[in-house]
């Protein structure tokens, strides 16, 4: 198994059951309502029902208030809240003090992103997502993954956006992170994912340096 890889926008349990036997260490739900991807809480307690406790289960969330993220997270049966938008740090401390292990997105580099992540709680992880488009995720879009790399040399990091098999070993070089975040890189359409995709980037990822730093979406090393 693989923890410091994420696949996200399950709908299905099929799918999720697929994700979960080729070795992703964590299975994302996304509720986010706009998104093509969304499910209910209850949907979502459904797919991770029955997988292996060392997956961890991941909730996308954007901009809800900390008592809307805890309610769902706890319907859901989540370990891991990943908060998407412009949440504040008392937003965070108490998705923390609830019990949930936090990812922040950044959708930023250079001076910014380091000063942000100065700003977080050491425990939080950090995914960088700098991918432009409709919807909060990265859209499928490539940038420049090594924008990341100077973060990388002060603590692990994920990232996400326009990966796919063809360029995970790339990405992960250039950009020194140590977690990764892939959802359309693996689909046959929104949401669902397929069997030769998820299987082709789970062989490429077998090439993937990696830090020595781990970075896992259940919060442990």
Same mark, same amino acid.
């Given at each position: 198994?693989?923890?410091?890889?994420?696949?996200?926008?399950?709908?299905? #349990?099929?799918?999720?059951?697929?994700?979960?036997?080729?070795?992703?260490?964590? =299975?994302?739900?996304?509720?986010?309502?706009?998104?093509?991807?969304?499910?209910?809480?209850?949907?979502?307690?459904?797919?991770?029902?029955?997988?292996?406790?060392?997956?961890?289960?991941?909730? @996308?969330?954007?901009?809800?208030?900390?008592?809307? !993220?805890?309610?769902?997270?706890?319907?859901?049966?989540?370990?891991?809240?990943?908060? %998407? /938008?412009?949440?504040?740090?008392?937003?965070?401390?108490? !998705?923390?003090? *609830?019990?949930? %292990?936090?990812?922040? @997105?950044? #959708?930023?580099? /250079?001076?910014?992103? =380091?000063?942000?992540?100065?700003?977080?709680?050491?425990?939080?992880?950090?995914?960088?997502?700098?991918?432009? /488009?409709? =919807?909060? /995720?990265?859209? *499928?879009?490539?940038?420049?993954?090594?924008?990341?790399?100077? =973060?990388?040399? %002060?603590?692990?990091?994920?990232?996400?956006?326009?990966? %796919?098999?063809?360029?995970?070993? !790339?990405?992960?070089?250039?950009?020194?992170? *140590?977690?990764?975040? @892939?959802?359309?890189?693996?689909?046959?359409?929104?949401?669902? #994912?397929? #069997?030769?995709?998820?299987?082709?980037?789970?062989?490429?990822?077998?090439?993937?340096?990696?830090?020595?730093?781990?970075?896992?979406?259940?919060?442990?090393?």
């Amino acid at each position: 198994m693989l923890p410091y890889l994420k696949i996200c926008g399950i709908t299905r #349990k099929p799918d999720a059951l697929l994700c979960a036997e080729a070795g992703a260490g964590a =299975l994302g739900a996304v509720f986010y309502e706009k998104s093509p991807r969304y499910v209910t809480p209850a949907q979502a307690r459904s797919l991770f029902d029955g997988l292996p406790d060392s997956i961890a289960r991941v909730g @996308v969330f954007v901009d809800l208030p900390p008592e809307g !993220v805890i309610a769902i997270g706890q319907a859901a049966a989540l370990d891991t809240v990943q908060l %998407h /938008g412009n949440e504040s740090l008392k937003t965070i401390d108490a !998705v923390l003090a *609830a019990g949930f %292990h936090v990812v922040k @997105v950044f #959708k930023s580099t /250079g001076d910014d992103l =380091l000063a942000a992540a100065r700003a977080l709680p050491p425990q939080v992880g950090i995914l960088i997502e700098c991918g432009k /488009g409709i =919807l909060p /995720g990265g859209n *499928a879009a490539i940038w420049n993954w090594g924008d990341a790399a100077p =973060l990388a040399n %002060h603590r692990p990091i994920a990232i996400a956006g326009g990966l %796919h098999p063809i360029n995970i070993a !790339v990405a992960a070089r250039t950009s020194q992170a *140590a977690g990764f975040d @892939v959802s359309s890189g693996v689909e046959a359409a929104p949401g669902i #994912k397929d #069997k030769a995709a998820v299987t082709a980037f789970m062989q490429a990822m077998t090439g993937v340096p990696r830090p020595v730093d781990p970075f896992s979406w259940k919060g442990q090393s």
